[in-house]
């Protein structure tokens, strides 16, 4: 009898001990195994960040931008409709002025607007020639972003630049005069010019900052 009872004794703790090792296990697979989440540094989440840094600045061209006197480069599209030869040319805003007036009557401003003139030398320094409008490839703007074309027109400051068609041939240096219509109160701030304008372009814009 006390045989059994030892053997049965014996049984029962030995059953304890592996239940309790079991348990044990089963909590370290559980702690040791658990997956980690994504505040953890894996890959699911470092790489947009990267994306994003590396996007904000790669292929991020230098602004062309300067003031009242500088002279910016500027260079025409790959490929230009101007014929063959590379087209870039030297760009210096010379003098603005604030109100100006029109050599032709007919061509003053309406009432309420004021006309603004800006007045350029452009020398070629490319291969080709360039060819553009001038004016149409102009733009003033105002304290508060917004943009006024240039008009067809002479001030009676100077000569315009170049008319209705601007041609520009290798090594040649030309100066004038373009228009812009503005509200009467309008404070001008800034100058632009993209040379062979085909809609916006800010990576081959001129930009001159005015005092």
């Not at 090792?21 to 947009?48: E, F, I, V, Y």
């Amino acid at each position: 009898m006390r045989r059994s009872i030892a053997a049965a004794a014996a049984v029962v703790t030995l059953t304890a001990t592996l239940v309790a090792c079991g348990g044990s296990d089963g909590a370290g697979d559980k702690a040791g195994l658990a997956p980690p989440t994504k505040g953890t540094g894996s890959s699911s989440t470092a790489q947009p960040a990267g994306e994003q840094s590396s996007g904000a600045t790669a292929d991020s061209p230098p602004a062309l931008a300067g003031k009242l006197g500088d002279t910016l480069k500027l260079v025409g599209m790959p490929g230009s409709l101007n014929g063959t030869g590379t087209i870039e040319a030297d760009f210096t805003l010379q003098k603005f002025e604030n109100h100006a007036k029109s050599a032709i009557g007919v061509l003053e401003p309406a009432a309420g607007n004021r006309l603004v003139a800006a007045e350029f030398t452009i020398l070629e320094t490319g291969t080709g020639t360039y060819q553009g409008t001038g004016y149409a490839e102009a733009m003033v703007y105002d304290a508060n972003g917004q943009g006024y074309q240039g008009k067809p027109g002479t001030p009676t400051v100077g000569e315009s630049l170049g008319g209705l068609q601007l041609i520009v041939k290798p090594g040649q240096r030309v100066s004038g005069w373009i228009v812009f219509e503005v509200p009467e109160d309008a404070k001008i701030t800034s100058v632009t010019y993209l040379m062979e304008k085909v809609g916006p372009d800010p990576e081959r814009t001129g930009k001159w900052t005015l005092d």
